[in-house]
C-alpha cells in the first residue's frame, strides 16, 4: 500500500494569486513511520519540553505567525527547507506529486476540481507502473482536513466508477480520501511544505525551496510525471514538468 498525503497551497478563490497548487507525497506504508521521525526529530529540537506543541506549517513559519514568530527571517526559511529536506535521505520508492493549476488559464474551472483530477490520475498511473503479475501496487490518498472535503470525496467515487474526463478509472486507488487534522500527521505537514514550494515556484519564481525536492517528483523514461503545470499562457515554459513532455 502507498499512502499518498496530500495538502493545498494558495486560495481557490483569491484573486491576488495567480495559482492554486495540490501537492504532496507518496509513501510506501513501511515507510511511513520512518519519514514522519525524520520530521519528529527536527521538532524535537525545536521544542525539546513538548515536540507536539511544534507544527509544520510552511506558510505560518514564512510569515512569522504564532510560535514561529521569536525566530527570525533567516531561521524561519531554513526550517521549511530542513523539513523538505527531510527527503534528501528518503528511499527511491518515495516520491513527490504536485498540480500547479494557472487559474486564469481556466476561468471557467474550479482550480481544486482540476488539480484533484489531474494528481490523483497521475497517482494511479505511478501504481499501475509499479504493478507486476505478482503484485498489484495499490493506494490511498490522504488529505489534510480542508472546505474540500465533501467535494473531493465525491469527485474520488465518480472517478473510480465511471472514470476521469479521460475514461480512466482509478482502479489502483483503493478507497475515497480520507481527511486528518495537520496536527495529528507529520506527513500531512510534509506535504504543506511541498505544495507551498511548489506554489512559491509558480506564483512567486521563488525556487528557495522547490530546488529542496525537485529531484524527488514521479519521473520516468526522462519524463517528470509526478509535477503538472497545468497552464496556457506560456507554450515555452522550461520548468521541470514542461520542459520535459516537449
Not at 38 to 56: G, M, R, S, T, Y
Not at 93 to 114: G, L, M, R, W, Y
Not at 148 to 175: H, K, M, P, V
Not at 219 to 229: E, Y
Request: with cysteine; charged share 25%.
Amino acid at each position: 500500500m502507498h499512502l499518498l498525503y496530500l495538502d493545498d497551497s494558495g486560495s481557490a478563490a483569491n484573486p491576488n494569486e495567480d495559482y492554486f497548487v495540490l501537492g504532496g507525497v507518496s509513501v510506501p506504508e513501511k515507510s511511513v513511520r520512518w519519514l514522519s521521525f525524520q520530521l519528529e526529530q527536527i521538532a524535537q529540537e525545536i521544542n525539546p519540553a513538548d515536540p507536539k506543541q511544534v507544527e509544520f506549517h510552511a506558510s505560518d513559519i514564512f510569515a512569522g505567525r504564532e510560535i514561529w514568530s521569536r525566530f527570525n527571517r533567516q531561521e524561519r526559511i531554513n526550517t521549511i527547507k530542513r523539513v523538505l529536506l527531510a527527503l534528501s535521505q528518503a528511499h527511491s520508492e518515495i516520491v513527490t506529486f504536485a498540480c500547479a493549476v494557472h487559474k486564469k488559464s481556466f476561468a471557467n474551472e474550479d482550480p481544486v476540481q482540476k488539480a484533484f483530477e489531474d494528481i490523483s490520475s497521475r497517482f494511479n498511473f505511478y501504481l499501475q507502473r509499479n504493478s507486476t503479475d505478482d503484485h498489484k501496487c495499490r493506494g490511498m490518498i490522504i488529505f489534510d482536513k480542508s472546505a474540500y472535503e465533501a467535494n473531493l470525496q465525491n469527485l474520488a467515487s465518480i472517478f473510480r466508477a465511471e472514470g476521469n474526463r479521460w475514461g480512466n478509472q482509478l482502479r489502483n486507488i483503493c478507497e475515497i480520501p480520507l481527511f486528518l487534522e495537520s496536527r495529528a500527521s507529520r506527513n500531512v505537514q510534509l506535504s504543506d511544505h511541498i505544495a507551498y514550494s511548489v506554489f512559491r515556484r509558480y506564483n512567486a519564481s521563488d525556487l528557495n525551496y522547490f530546488n529542496c525536492v525537485e529531484s524527488r517528483f514521479d519521473r520516468d523514461g526522462g519524463i517528470v510525471h509526478g509535477l503538472s503545470h497545468l497552464q496556457k499562457y506560456n507554450r515555452n515554459c522550461t520548468c521541470p514538468a514542461c520542459i520535459t513532455r516537449k
